[in-house]
T-cell receptor, first 112, second 113 residues
Framework: GQQVMQIPQYQHVQEGEDFTTYCNSSTTLSNIQWYKQRPGGHPVFLIQLVKSGEVKKQKRLTFQFGEAKKNSSLHITATQTTDVGTYFCAGPGMEYGNKLVFGAGTILRVKS | DTEVTQTPKHLVMGMTNKKSLKCEQH?????MYWYKQKAKKPPELMFV???????INESVPSRFSPECPNSSLLNLHLHALQPEDSALYLC????????????FGSGTQLSVL
């Protein structure tokens, strides 16, 4: 079945450093979504990318969708303690129902 | 109102108990979902309802029984659970089933003793 791989599993950065998480799908995706889950919280939708090569920015966050629509990245510039949490990518599957397939997530910790 | 409301927030139950988790949304979404999440893992899909009909059952054991009484409500009935069923149970909704973004509730942290 379809797989969505995400790396790294953990990232521990000093406040002010940059952070990137990468997502790779075994199949072409119609779109990719990113979610953030704070410690003790629930996943919150961040963004959806649809077009090949698309780049979107939200303040210090930059999201990219690969040309082949099989990979994506989330880059955070100058991390802050408020960025702490787990970042998940998710893509709709090709099988019935287009159910979202989540990556394993990247846990970000920020040292102040 | 862009919220998905889940109750209860915490639940402790014995293996012989029967309990229900409740979920409500008033965004007019026609797809509702139950996910199970273990610590440090991604959400794992259990059930999907589309237009109040069960659309996807991810081979979930029958001790979990979903119900969608109307377009705003989703329940998950629990009976004879096992300790390994302890997890965070998340409800989510989207406008339609498929490629839409998900709105998650805050979840029910379930402990089975």
């Amino acid at each position: 079945g379809q797989q969505v791989m995400q790396i790294p599993q953990y990232q521990h950065v000093q406040e002010g450093e940059d952070f990137t998480t990468y997502c790779n799908s075994s199949t072409t995706l119609s779109n990719i979504q990113w979610y953030k889950q704070r410690p003790g919280g629930h996943p919150v939708f961040l963004i959806q990318l649809v077009k090949s090569g698309e780049v979107k920015k939200q303040k210090r966050l930059t999201f990219q969708f690969g040309e082949a629509k099989k990979n994506s990245s989330l880059h955070i510039t100058a991390t802050q303690t408020t960025d702490v949490g787990t970042y998940f990518c998710a893509g709709p599957g090709m099988e019935y129902g287009n159910k979202l397939v989540f990556g394993a997530g990247t846990i970000l910790r920020v040292k102040s | 109102d862009t919220e998905v409301t889940q109750t209860p927030k915490h639940l402790v139950m014995g293996m012989t108990n029967k309990k229900s988790l409740k979920c409500e949304q008033h965004m007019g979404h026609r797809a509702m979902y139950w996910y199970k999440q273990k610590a440090k893992k991604p959400p794992e899909l259990m059930f999907v309802y589309s237009y109040e009909k069960l659309s996807i059952n991810e081979s979930v054991p029958s001790r979990f029984s979903p119900e969608c009484p109307n377009s705003s409500l989703l329940n998950l009935h629990l009976h004879a659970l096992q300790p390994e069923d302890s997890a965070l149970y998340l409800c989510a909704s989207s406008q339609l089933q498929g490629r839409e973004k998900l709105f998650f509730g805050s979840g029910t942290q379930l402990s089975v003793l």
